[in-house]
Nanobody
């Protein structure tokens, strides 16, 4: 199973960035997908998750209204559109896949599969 995240980079505060995560060797539509992030010196935290069909999403309070998670089951890809970026959004962003309900992702409970991470740096 391979989860390949991309789209990170350097962006100014207030700017936007879209992350992508392409999944291979997995029955993509059978898995809930999520995005997480880890800033230097901090624990990994939940950012957003989307249901298998894409009809249900859930966000961390810190990104609600600014970030949008979506998925394309035909392309085995999950996206994270990040708008109004802030310096505190600076982190390595990871995509993840898990077959269980949303609570498993929001609680970071033994997530089944992880991607390799992509760095997002927001300058002030």
């Amino acid at each position: 199973v391979l989860l390949q995240a991309s789209g990170g980079g350097l962006v100014q505060a207030g700017g936007s960035r879209r992350l992508s995560c392409v999944v291979s060797m997995l029955t993509f539509h059978a898995y809930r997908m999520g995005w997480f992030r880890q800033a230097p010196g901090k624990e990994r935290e939940f950012v957003a998750t989307i249901s298998r069909s894409g009809d249900s999403t859930y966000y961390a309070d810190s990104v609600k209204g600014r970030f949008t998670i979506s998925r394309d089951n035909d392309k085995n890809t999950v996206y994270l559109q990040m708008n109004s970026l802030k310096p505190e959004d600076t982190a390595v962003y990871y995509c993840a896949a898990d077959p269980r309900p949303a609570q498993a992702m929001t609680g970071l409970k033994s997530i089944r599969y992880w991607g390799q991470g992509t760095q997002v740096t927001v300058s002030s």
